[in-house]
């Protein structure tokens, strides 16, 4: 998740710079409980024959490291190319990592500079370097944190008739457990799309999507039990999906409620005081106020769910201030600026940031900070996301 534009100050100073020199490959076959961040690297192998880059093959390392401990771990690099439709797309998939693009049945076309047959290929990929599987590539699936249940959503005929399913299946088993339509009241723009499930494979989570820049309110719970579902941009009157905070296991949303006017500096809204945060517990329908602030605005809510009792904002202005507060914050007032710049993620205590160049972690509880250099010799380096192993 973004929050601003750069990353102008992570602290002051900085405690220390992880080593970009990281530790050798480790051939293990298993990995304990605790908290893994994943990131990965890129480099140009060979740069083809032509100017574009489209022929060009690329190197991916992977890498984790354990929150909280210092030291980049590589477990596998894989080389990608010709790269024609594009390089690797990777993301957390409950306790693995999906690949798009990991392979491709497609040629490449030196005249046109573009792919001629066949399809890209998804490949699943597991924290210790082991290629699970590989399968045709689908973008619209997702996987439960604890990688138990898997969400595959087919649109059916088009995205905007959404006439197609949405498959539930237990990874260990490979039994389907659900295939549900989505018949959700998504109006005449836009169409839903699930995007999350909790860990006892009980609630899926849909946001409403538009193939334009505009970010649309609809965001529904589904109960997969029962096959009902509950508008809760209805409950808490959301004007945007991107404006709440979802915990899946808790069934809780943090959500941020402000005006709203077109902008003239791009295709996003405006936000206008007042703002009013609330808390919404899905258990039981209640609505708890947090506060209302009169004079300023706020967006990005960031619910802290492993202990439950405060969460992040960002202030609508130039500025990339990250604020915390606790629950039972009363005034406004009472909000601690921790840093300035994106988050990308929230794992315990640790916030990881990034702009694009540098990606730093931030401790909320000694306010102590790290640089995680690139490794030598990458052209990029990028978060993949986090994975907890319980």
């Known amino acids: 998740m973004y929050w601003a534009s750069s990353v102008d100050q992570v602290t002051e100073p900085i405690a220390e710079v992880i080593d970009s020199d990281p530790e050798p490959e ?55 190319g010709p790269k024609i439709s594009g390089g690797l797309t990777s993301y957390v998939y409950g306790e693995d990592i999906l690949m798009h693009r990991y392979q491709t049945e497609q040629t490449y076309d030196p005249v046109s500079g573009r792919a001629e047959g066949g399809n890209d290929i998804d490949g699943v990929l597991s924290l210790t370097g082991e290629i699970l599987e590989t399968r045709p590539e689908n973008w619209q699936t997702f996987r439960s944190a604890n990688g138990q249940f898997e969400v595959t959503h087919d649109f059916g005929s088009s995205r905007e008739q959404n006439d197609g399913t949405v498959t539930i299946t237990d990874v260990e088993t490979g039994e389907v457990l659900k295939s549900l339509s989505l018949t959700l009241d998504s109006g005449e723009i836009g169409y839903p799309e699930p995007y999350l499930i909790d860990n006892s494979g009980t609630y899926l989570f849909v946001h409403q999507v538009f193939g334009g820049e505009a970010t649309l309110a609809g965001l529904w719970e589904v109960n997969l039990q029962t096959g009902e579902s509950q508008a809760i941009h209805e409950l808490v009157d959301l004007q945007a999906w ?14 941020v409620i402000t005006q709203r006017e077109p ?83 929230w794992v315990g205590d640790w916030l990881i940031l990034g702009d694009g160049f540098t990606t730093s972690l931030f401790n909320i509880e000694n306010r102590g900070a790290t640089v995680v250099a690139m490794p030598e010799g990458a052209e990029r380096f990028e978060y993949v996301g986090s994975v907890v192993i319980d």
């Open 26 to 80: 480790q051939e293990e076959t298993d990995l304990g409980p605790g908290s893994y961040l994943i990131f990965q690297s890129v480099r140009t192998s060979d740069e083809g024959d032509q100017d574009w880059a489209n022929d060009d093959t690329e190197e991916y390392t992977f890498y984790r490291m354990v929150v909280g401990e210092e030291g980049l771990v590589p477990f596998i690099t894989i080389e990608h």
């Open 263 to 345: 902008s003239d500096q791009g295709p996003y809204d405006e936000l206008l005081p007042p703002t009013t945060v609330q808390l919404l517990d899905l258990e039981s329908g209640e609505v708890t106020t947090l506060f209302t602030d009169d004079t300023n605005a706020y967006d990005h809510p960031y619910l802290d769910s492993p202990r439950q009792d405060r969460y992040l904002l960002r202030p609508w202005k130039e500025t990339n201030e990250v604020l915390l507060f606790g629950m039972t914050d009363d005034d406004i007032q009472e909000a601690e600026k921790l840093v300035d710049g994106w988050v990308l993620d």
């Open 242 to 255: 991107n404006q709440a905070s979802v915990d899946p296991e808790s069934r809780r949303v943090l959500a």
